[in-house]
């Protein structure tokens, strides 16, 4: 097994004034989705224009975070954030639910797509092959929190985490697994599929199915939300229920759009 140090969740200090390490990665991953994006809308074939990517990813960020805080406050600890709200806005604490991430992000995607004179669909399939690397950023930051780590386990790369809610037991790396499969696989696979043209919708839609697999697999070794545990059937967590709607919606999405065929310039690279 592997002993986990403790980090400094603070990245660096400037007199009275600290950044974490949990907020700088999803600063780092912003940047990220905002550098593909540009890139994106230099392509000759693309209908892009980098003020357009730069005015999306700005209120991106507002979207994902306020969605993001919101979810999680919801759905994950209502009760304790009922009590205390004035915890709801210390985001540098961690807890930050994908899934009311996703939700944001779908409303700024169709807000954006009315000014522009785009689908919602057209701005999602350009959208989406730049988050994946934005989850891994953000699934590193839960890493070095310490946080969200995974169950008992006594493979040879099972690590202790610091924390002491963790029983100082070997455990998975899920926040890795989860950087790894939602992340990087999910980023090449995303990648190359919107690097041709590909009818409007299917790559929102693989974005939907691959998320969703992905992260309802890892929960098999993520430690379930301590104030939620298991929700049915000894074995499902509420990560994996969140995910059967986004799989079902991804595959019917891929399958319209497949079906419909129609291929936007926006939606080419």
């Known amino acids: 097994m592997i002993v986990l140090p403790e980090f400094d969740t603070v990245a660096f200090r400037i007199g009275p004034l600290k950044a974490n390490w949990y ?14 994006g540009r890139y994106r809308a230099s392509r000759p074939t693309n209908n ?23 979810g999680y406050c919801l759905i994950y600890e209502p009760g304790y954030f009922l009590a205390h709200p004035a915890d709801i806005v210390a985001v540098w ?38 988050a994946p690397l934005g989850l891994l950023c953000g699934r590193m930051g839960n890493f070095i929190n310490g946080e969200l780590w995974g169950r008992v386990t006594d493979v040879p790369w099972g690590m202790v985490f610091p924390d002491r809610h963790a029983g100082s037991l070997p455990r998975h790396p899920s926040q890795l697994y989860e950087g790894g499969l939602e ?4 980023f090449l696979i995303l990648w190359f599929w919107s690097s041709k043209p590909r009818p409007r919708g299917t790559t929102t839609g693989l974005f ?6 992905f992260r309802a697999f890892v929960e098999f070794f993520r430690q379930p939300d301590p104030q939620l545990g298991f929700i049915a059937f000894g074995w499902l967590t509420m990560g994996q229920l969140l995910c059967v709607p986004m799989i079902l919606a991804g595959l019917a999405l891929f399958i319209w759009g ?5 291929i936007p310039p926006a939606a080419t690279d």
């Open 23 to 36: 907020g700088l990665m999803y600063m780092i991953g912003f940047a990220i989705a905002w550098l593909l």
């Open 48 to 70: 892009w224009t980098a003020q357009q990517v730069d005015d999306l990813i700005t209120w991106l960020v507002v979207g994902l975070v306020l969605g993001a805080r919101l």
């Open 93 to 130: 604490k961690g807890g930050m639910s994908f899934h009311g991430g996703a939700v944001g992000v779908a409303i700024v995607a169709w807000r954006f797509a009315k000014s522009t004179g785009r689908t919602t669909l057209d701005v999602g399939d350009f959208l989406v092959p730049l």
């Open 183 to 186: 992340g990087l696989t999910l």
């Open 208 to 213: 939907l199915i691959g998320y969703g697999f």
């Open 258 to 262: 497949a079906r419909k065929g129609v």
